[in-house]
């Protein structure tokens, strides 16, 4: 079975991304999240995989850019009616720390927002990852955020990245543009306030 792949970024397609290893190509199916943060093709990347087997399909391999999120997509695979296409679009609506925290706060909704988990999966999921090792990052942060009086921070922060990208910027950049946001502007900062330094942090 294989675990990992250190090669040469040789294509991207839309749902897929060949790594070459020492001549040998492999064929590792992605999420767009993980797809659009990949080096430039001729760049070498270590790529986390996850082999699942399919009767008609044989072995496909998943690949991810952190172990958490292999393991992530491991125990949403776990859950009744979530498939490895469902599993890839929560975590590319919902990276592992913030698919935590929408679990500790049970908030269907977020999940919900990935293509083709509808209201009833998502609560399934939620209902399901409780007190599951879902993140290796600062889960218990998140958890702390969460049982604050005041849990819109992480929302905030949410509703501002997604106004970026509605304005085509590229998730990855609106992600790390609403941080240094965040960080500037202290916790309560409201989603307006975030997004207007966020575009401000573009210009410069």
Wanted: some cysteine; charged content about 25%.
């Amino acid at each position: 079975m294989i675990g990992r792949l250190r090669g040469i970024v040789a294509e991207v397609g839309e749902e897929e991304a060949l790594i070459d290893v020492m001549g040998v190509g492999y064929v590792v199916r992605c999420g767009a999240r993980t797809l659009s943060r990949l080096p430039p093709v001729g760049e070498e990347t270590v790529v986390h995989v996850e082999s699942v087997f399919g009767e008609q399909t044989g072995v496909t391999l998943y690949g991810f850019l952190g172990r958490d999120e292999r393991r992530a997509f491991v125990i949403l695979r776990t859950i009744q009616g979530v498939g490895p296409k469902a599993a890839l679009s929560v975590l590319d609506v919902l990276p592992p720390p913030e698919l935590a925290a929408a679990v500790a706060r049970e908030d269907k909704a977020a999940v919900a927002r990935a293509n083709g988990v509808g209201p009833k999966l998502a609560q399934r999921i939620v209902v399901e990852l409780k007190d599951k090792p879902i993140s290796d990052g600062p889960v218990a942060a998140f958890h702390a955020q969460i049982s604050s009086p005041q849990p819109i921070k992480v929302s905030a922060a949410g509703e501002a990245v997604a106004a970026l990208m509605g304005l085509g910027i590229a998730e990855p950049q609106a992600r790390r543009v609403v941080e240094s946001a965040a960080l500037r502007l202290g916790e309560e900062a409201e989603p307006p306030a975030l997004i207007k330094a966020a575009l401000q942090e573009l210009g410069r």
